[in-house]
């Protein structure tokens, strides 16, 4: 990526990003730029994980006592709010969609960086990650075992078949994806190619503080509650997988379901990962994304071809209806007509899970998408990978109905107390190949997590460093750092795994603030990309002829304080 500067007074990108193997020094960077990352964000984030770990070691039930209180008042209490800016979200961004804004390209070039398949890799295996596995099984079973407050239909019966996929598909669908990357990467994107600013999530709250932002503590503890809620967030998949890996082993070859076992497991898994972050988007992050797509596109034909085929075409069809029919009402239902246990547990701790990724994965999307226009990032981001990922649900989940349906296995009761490591491992077994599907899915879970780990170590250490191309030590020391993390809490139990997890909805707080600026500063980035551009006239008018050079022009005579 050439570094360049313009003469004139028009917004152009600045690449301020600094060679990871030379010597500048601290004083001599760029401003905002950090060799070993901003001082305050590691201070904070940092301190948050010794703070954390310390305390668990001196009293593991008060952590998880206390974190559980403030989990089930923040559902109570904001869980609305958290939906809201979700729904506000999405439609603002398919409504910018239909505008001229969204002819405008990231980057201010026609050339991406990736591929398009390559592109869509990446973000389906970054922003669905381990998750999205780990609940594709259960959840749809769990629905159907017991019917979503959004429906009347009896349990474990026919007509309970799509209403149990429409429930998952309004967790894992357009609300989730849309708040991961879709208005918060244009204002990151106009902020960094446009105007040469750090890619930090600061950025996002520019436009109401200004300069203020950028510089000083605020800045720094912005940046530091959103590293914390990804940290929260990422450990706990990564905590998680090493029990499901270790259960699963144990069941399919009979190896010894302990400790030693599951450190072995996040050893490996830290190992890839940490790799692959070290050696960058352009290589291990790409690379094990299509990997990932891969196999689970090969997955998926098992399932289609030798599975249930017509009942998964016929509940995929109605489920999906289903979904669109009830889509207000399932994304506006709350505590006041649900019990308040389900829905602080599905879609709260779903909506606030996503929010705290925010920032970050917004980070990295922006990051993937140069050269994309706003309308290409949006509909991939937003539609056709929340899409795809219904997909993926109905054929792992869908299956699952389907033998739970026709008695050929029971979950009723694993998933009444949440193992959904058992129900994948059961679903899996009960699909055709058997044992071996059941390996391709566990490694399937794998790469996914560490997808996720390599994808937010870099993430991580971009927010610290304030450029797109952080030191390697940086990338590696995140990633190490969360793979110890997730071996100490699972050397006090499972437990503080999930205490921690939910954690990431009480920074769902912080954070929710830091993404609802983009509701209306993300239009607005899009019209000052357009303009400078040359789509759209000052009164946002089409301009009739396009530009068709490899670089979009900038129209002359526009500030970066006029355009936003």
Known sequence: MSSTKSNTNTDTYVDNSIDNNSDTPEASLPSGQHRLGDPVVLTLSIGFIVLFVGLSLYDINGVADAIGAGFAWTAKVLGAY?????????????????????????????????????????????????GGVFFAA?????????????????A???DAIAPALAQSFMHWGFLAWAVLGSLT??????????????????????????????????????????????????????GFLATQVSFGLHELLGVVNNYTTQLIILICLGAIYVTSAVTGIDKGIQLLSRLNVFLALGIAAVIFLFGPTLFLVNAFTQGFGEYLTNFFTMSTMTAQSAPDWWMQWWTVFFFAWFIGYGPLMAIFVARISRGRTIRQMILTVAVLAPIATTIWFTLLGGS???????????????????????????VAQALPGGTFMALAILVLTTIFVATTGDSMSYAIAVVGAGHDRP???????????????????????AGQISALQQFIVLTAIPVSLVLLPSLWTGP????????????????????????????????????PSQEQ
Not at 416 to 426: C, E, K, P, W
């Open 400 to 426: 699952g109905i389907f033998y739970q349906f026709t008695g050929v296995i029971d979950l009723s009761e694993a998933l009444s107390n949440f193992q959904f490591d058992v129900a994948t491992l059961t």
């Open 185 to 238: 990467s244009i204002v990151l994107a106009h902020a960094h190619y446009d105007k040469g600013q750090p890619l930090q999530p600061r950025n996002l709250l520019y436009p109401l503080f200004g300069e203020r932002i950028m510089s000083g503590m605020f800045g720094g503890v912005v940046d530091a509650l959103c590293v914390i809620a990804v940290v929260a967030g990422t450990v706990g998949p990564i």
């Open 82 to 130: 958290f939906q809201l800016l979700l729904l506000l979200t999405f439609l603002v961004a398919i409504g910018l969609t239909c505008t001229p804004m969204a002819s405008a390209r990231i980057g201010n070039t026609f050339t991406p960086e990736l591929s398009t398949f390559k592109w869509v890799s990446i973000i389906m295996c970054t922003l669905l990650a381990g």
């Open 471 to 493: 030191s390697s030590l940086i990338r590696a020391f995140w990633g190490i750092t969360m793979s110890l993390m997730a071996a100490i809490l699972l050397y006090m139990g």
């Open 524 to 559: 607005q980035a899009a019209i000052a990309m357009a303009r400078n551009q040359g789509l759209v006239s000052r009164d946002l008018r089409p301009i009739a002829v396009p530009p068709t050079s490899s670089t979009p022009p900038a129209q002359t005579g526009s500030t």
């Open 138 to 154: 259960g959840e749809p079973i769990y629905h159907f075992v017991t019917t979503p407050p959004s429906f009347d239909t009896e």
């Open 156 to 158: 474990g019966t026919v």
